[in-house]
T-cell receptor, first 112, second 115 residues
Framework: GNSVTQMEGPVTLSEEAFLTINCTYT??????LFWYVQYPGEGLQLLLK?????DKGSNKGFEATYRKETTSFHLEKGSVQVSDSAVYFC???????????FGKGNQVVVIP | EAGVTQFPSHSVIEKGQTVTLRCDPI?????LYWYRRVMGKEIKFLLH????????ESGMPNNRFLAERTGGTYSTLKVQPAELEDSGVYFC?????????????FGPGTRLLVL
C-alpha cells in the first residue's frame, strides 16, 4: 500500500538558517504529493503540492520537488523565521484514491 | 469563503460515555473525509463520503464508531462507548470534484481526551 516516511525527530534551528525536511514515499501508480503545516493551536493547512514527476511546489518561501527516481519530496526553505515554527506533514494521495497517507510529522522550532 | 469547521474544538469525557463530533465542509464540496491522529503517530484515514454515501469506510477502527452525513452536507462522527485508546485529534477534510478538486482542505480538528 501507499506509505510516507519522514525523518525522525524534531528539528531545532536558528532564525535565517536553511531548513530541509526529508520525505520519501512508496506508492503504486502516479500519486500527488503534499506538504501540510500545523501551526500551534491551529488545524492542518496545505503548504504546497506537486501532482506529477519533476513538478516543484512552492509557497511562502518553501519548495519541494517531486522526484520519482528517488521517490522523494523533500521540503526546503532557504531562510527560516520564528513564525515558521510548526509541525510539518508530508502526504501522498493517488488520483481516484481519496485517501491521504501521511508521514508522522516533524516539529520544527525556530529560535530567534 | 468559509473553510472546513469542526465542533467542538475540545472534548473531555470518561470511558464508556458517548461523544459526537461534527464537521461542516466547504460549501459545495461533495467529498468529505475523517482522519484521526493518535498521540505521536501518523494521521490515519478513517472514512470518505461522497455526498451522503459512504464511499470508503475501511479505516474505521471498530463498530464503536459511527459516521453519518445526512443530506450530504455536514457530517457527524459518534463514538459509543468511548475507550481510552480513542483519545486523539479528529480531523475532517473536504474536497471538490474534478481535476482541480485534488486538494483536501482540513478543519482545525477536535481534540478528544477519554479519561
Amino acid at each position: 500500500g501507499n506509505s510516507v516516511t519522514q525523518m525522525e525527530g524534531p528539528v531545532t534551528l536558528s532564525e535565517e538558517a536553511f531548513l530541509t525536511i526529508n520525505c520519501t514515499y512508496t506508492a503504486t501508480g502516479y500519486p500527488s504529493l503534499f506538504w501540510y503545516v500545523q501551526y500551534p493551536g491551529e488545524g492542518l493547512q496545505l503548504l504546497l503540492k506537486a501532482t506529477k514527476a519533476d513538478d516543484k511546489g512552492s509557497n511562502k518561501g518553501f519548495e519541494a520537488t517531486y522526484r520519482k527516481e528517488t521517490t522523494s519530496f523533500h521540503l526546503e526553505k532557504g531562510s527560516v523565521q520564528v513564525s515558521d515554527s510548526a509541525v510539518y506533514f508530508c502526504a501522498l494521495g493517488s488520483y481516484g484514491n481519496n485517501r491521504l497517507a501521511f508521514g508522522k510529522g516533524n516539529q520544527v522550532v525556530v529560535i530567534p | 469563503e468559509a473553510g472546513v469547521t469542526q465542533f467542538p474544538s475540545h472534548s473531555v469525557i470518561e470511558k464508556g460515555q458517548t461523544v459526537t463530533l461534527r464537521c461542516d465542509p466547504i460549501s459545495g464540496h461533495d467529498n468529505l473525509y475523517w482522519y484521526r491522529r493518535v498521540m505521536g503517530k501518523e494521521i490515519k484515514f478513517l472514512l470518505h463520503f461522497v455526498k451522503e454515501s459512504k464511499q470508503d469506510e475501511s479505516g474505521m477502527p471498530n463498530n464503536r464508531f459511527l459516521a453519518e452525513r445526512t443530506g450530504g452536507t455536514y457530517s457527524t462522527l459518534k463514538v459509543q462507548p468511548a475507550e481510552l485508546e480513542d483519545s486523539g485529534v479528529y480531523f475532517c477534510a473536504s474536497k471538490g470534484t474534478g481535476y482541480k478538486g485534488e486538494t483536501q482542505y482540513f478543519g482545525p480538528g477536535t481534540r478528544l481526551l477519554v479519561l
